[in-house]
């Protein structure tokens, strides 16, 4: 089977307003709350990201591979909401995209501090743009 992650925790202020907003942005679903957790399955339903209601908690950085489709439906509703996005992680607000690894991205925070990062090709192995993208369709 191999070493899979199955599930890990999104410190919030507020996890159930934390997870609507997340899955709003994604276009994945919110099913309510599993016990004190508010969890959104991503990567096809194996991995779930388990919202987590604390009073204080370190900012994270989150990072999705997903196809040039998915990304451009991302960005929209990004825009949509008015949140402010932009090209890098120091550069969080310029209201621009990437195009590094062959790819495009892009970088937003939510209001809790977290930043989410959406590309369309994995920088961590030297694959192709088209086995990346292949893969990314297996990973939301």
């Not at 307003?17 to 096809?44: C, D, Q, R, T």
């Not at 607000?93 to 195009?99: A, K, L, V």
């Not at 590094?100 to 961590?124: K, N, P």
């Amino acid at each position: 089977m191999g070493v899979f992650l199955d599930h890990t925790i999104v410190p919030v202020r507020d996890n159930e307003i934390a997870a609507k907003f997340f899955a709003s942005m994604f276009g994945l679903e919110y099913a309510g709350p599993w016990g004190h957790f508010a969890p959104v399955k991503v990567n096809g339903g194996t991995l779930s990201l388990d919202f987590d209601s604390r009073e204080n908690f370190e900012r994270h950085h989150y990072a999705f591979l997903v196809t040039d489709g998915e990304f451009d439906a991302i960005l929209s509703r990004v825009k949509t909401a008015g949140r402010k996005f932009g090209s890098g992680p120091g550069s969080q607000e310029d209201m621009e995209i990437n195009h590094h690894h062959m790819g495009r991205g892009f970088y937003f925070r939510c209001d809790d501090g977290h930043s989410w990062e959406v590309i369309t090709h994995t920088y961590t192995t030297p694959t192709s743009a088209g086995t990346a993208r292949a893969s990314a369709g297996a990973a939301r």
